[in-house]
């Protein structure tokens, strides 16, 4: 028995799939070679059924051994502390792998998840707009003067940049090329792939237990 169990929903609907964060943490440890499993909650009742260990209803969360994480931000950090291939163990670049990752967060995915939100509400041009696109022009300039965002590889800061830039409505927004390389780059790696297929796989096995519709 492993250690490591993520936690994500036994089922989510098709238009999530891929996306759901549970991927951050199963993306990491491919990255870093950590042995892990997967554990279910059901997706019915989502908003209360786990509020003991998520207070906000979500997923995913992590236990390492007795340990017991909410946020995938947080996780993925926790993930990272286990692995050079993740974080590099010299301070300046541990650091500014911290950095990149509450980058991504806040000042990232803060504007693009509500901008994402309003858009597929009806509000294409939304009063996020221009404030998403000053975010985005800004790491376009970061990322055309280098390949991965910290000590000149790949570490959990790219992963969690690259997770945040990759959903299909941010990615198509505007012309980015930079930014469009680096998505490219980062979910071409092969711990991408494994996590990703191993997710759709999760809950594509799932369609057979849910009710069909009328």
């Not at 947080?74 to 670049?93: C, I, N, Q, T």
């Not at 806040?106 to 309003?118: G, K, R």
């Not at 809950?203 to 069909?212: V, Y």
């Amino acid at each position: 028995m492993t250690e490591l169990t993520i936690w994500t929903y036994d089922w989510v609907p098709p238009g999530p799939r891929g996306f759901v964060r549970d991927l951050r943490l199963r993306w990491a440890c491919e990255e870093a070679g950590l042995a892990y499993d997967v554990r279910t909650i059901p997706f019915d009742g989502r908003e209360t059924n786990h509020l003991a260990r998520q207070p906000f209803g979500q997923v995913p969360f992590l236990n390492d051994g007795a340990l017991e994480l909410f946020e995938s931000g947080a996780a993925l950090l926790h993930l990272a502390r286990k692995s050079e291939r993740l974080m590099p163990p010299d301070p300046a670049g541990a650091a500014q792998t911290l950095q990149w990752i509450f980058a991504a967060l806040n000042s990232v995915e803060m504007v693009t998840v509500p901008w994402w939100f309003l858009n597929i509400s009806g509000d294409p041009d939304n009063g996020l707009t221009g404030w998403m696109t000053q975010r985005l022009d800004h790491i376009e300039r970061v990322l055309g003067e280098r390949e991965w965002l910290v000590a000149d590889r790949f570490t959990a800061a790219d992963l969690l940049m690259a997770d945040v830039l990759r959903v299909p409505k941010v990615r198509a927004f505007g012309d980015r090329p930079a930014s469009e390389a680096y998505v490219t780059r980062a979910t071409a790696r092969p711990a991408f792939k494994t996590a990703e297929a191993d997710q759709m796989a999760l809950f594509t096995a799932a369609d057979a237990t849910r009710p069909q519709a009328d």
